[in-house]
């Protein structure tokens, strides 16, 4: 992680929101950037973005998947009913205050994203940072 002496307070400020909300935010200052503004975006805010971006669907589809194996391994005699009491200890007990283990660790790890961000810096996470990093080049 390097520092970006490019990064501004309101570049920094908009990468942070965005890893805190899944890349919503991140998402409207692209399409205003875009569309009302027609300015390029610093290298800093970009990436930061589009990492954004890739976590978001990769949240998304991990949820889909998950919803679909659950709906399958819950209808298995035994095995279903195992699943299932692990599904509700990670996902449905509450650990910390009321949210549940998998919660707590997801808000941990936007929290960190945003923190590194806030700092100018460029949060890696290893293989999607990767990818990020060679969608730029």
């Known amino acids: 992680m390097r520092r970006h002496d490019e990064a501004g307070l309101f570049d920094r400020f908009i990468a942070v929101t965005s ?11 692209f399409l205003l950037n875009a569309i009302v503004l027609r ?3 610093k290298a800093y805010l970009t990436y930061n973005l589009v990492q954004s971006f890739v ?8 949820t889909l998947l998950y919803d679909i194996l659950m709906g399958i391994l819950v ?7 195992l699943f299932f009491r692990l599904h509700i200890f990670l996902f449905e ?3 910390f205050n009321t949210l549940s283990f998998v919660n707590f660790i997801l808000i941990i790890f936007a929290g960190y ?5 806030a700092f100018g810096q460029l949060p890696r996470i290893p293989f999607i940072t990767d990818v990020v990093k060679k969608a730029f080049r």
């Not at 890893?19 to 200052?29: P, R, S, V």
């Not at 976590?55 to 991990?62: D, R």
């Not at 994203?113 to 961000?117: G, T």
């Open 39 to 41: 300015k390029p975006m």
């Open 93 to 95: 007990t509450p650990v």
């Open 75 to 81: 209808n298995i005699p035994f095995i279903g009913g």
């Open 55 to 62: 976590l978001s669907i990769l949240y998304a589809i991990f």
């Open 19 to 29: 890893y805190l909300t899944l890349g919503f935010t991140g998402m409207i200052w």
């Open 113 to 117: 994203l945003s923190l590194v961000a």
